[in-house]
C-alpha cells in the first residue's frame, strides 16, 4: 500500500500563491512518477501537471503552465505543487497521485491517491 496525503491548501486573493505538498509513504521501492489532478465542483476531476522519477522532466495542463511548477524531493518523500498567480477559476480540490504508466494525463493511469486538499481564489 501507498499512502499519499497532500496539505497546503486554503483560501488565497486573486493573484496570490499557495505551495501544496504530498508526502509519500508506505510500499514505495523506488520514486514513481507523480502527478497532480483537481476537481472543481460540479467538474470532472483534471489532470494539473506531472513529474517523472527523477524531477528532470515536468509536464503541465495549458491552462496552469507558466504559473504553476511541479517539483519532488525524493530523499524527503514529497512532491509539490508550487501555484502562483492564482485564478479564481484555480478554486477545486487538489489531489496528488501515482502514475502507473500510459498518458500522463488521464486520471485512470494513477493508482494512488491523496484525499485532496481545497484551494480557493477569491476575486
Known amino acids: 500500500q501507498v499512502q499519499l496525503v497532500e496539505s497546503g491548501g486554503g483560501l488565497v486573493q486573486a493573484g496570490g500563491s499557495l505551495r501544496l505538498s504530498c508526502a509519500i509513504s508506505?510500499?514505495?521501492?523506488?520514486?514513481?512518477?507523480m502527478g497532480w489532478f483537481r476537481q472543481a465542483p460540479g467538474k470532472e476531476r483534471e489532470f494539473v501537471a506531472h513529474i517523472i522519477w527523477s524531477g528532470i522532466v515536468t509536464y503541465y495542463a495549458a491552462s496552469v503552465k507558466g504559473r504553476f511548477t511541479i517539483s519532488r524531493d525524493n530523499a524527503k518523500n514529497t512532491v509539490t505543487l508550487q501555484m502562483n498567480s492564482l485564478k479564481p477559476e484555480d478554486t477545486a480540490v487538489y489531489y496528488c497521485?501515482?502514475?502507473?504508466?500510459?498518458?500522463?494525463?488521464?486520471?485512470?493511469?494513477?493508482?494512488?491517491w491523496g484525499q485532496g486538499t481545497q484551494v480557493t481564489v477569491s476575486s
Open positions: 497521485a501515482r502514475f502507473r504508466g500510459g498518458s500522463y494525463s488521464y486520471e485512470n493511469n494513477y493508482d494512488y
Open positions: 508506505g510500499r514505495t521501492f523506488s520514486p514513481d512518477a
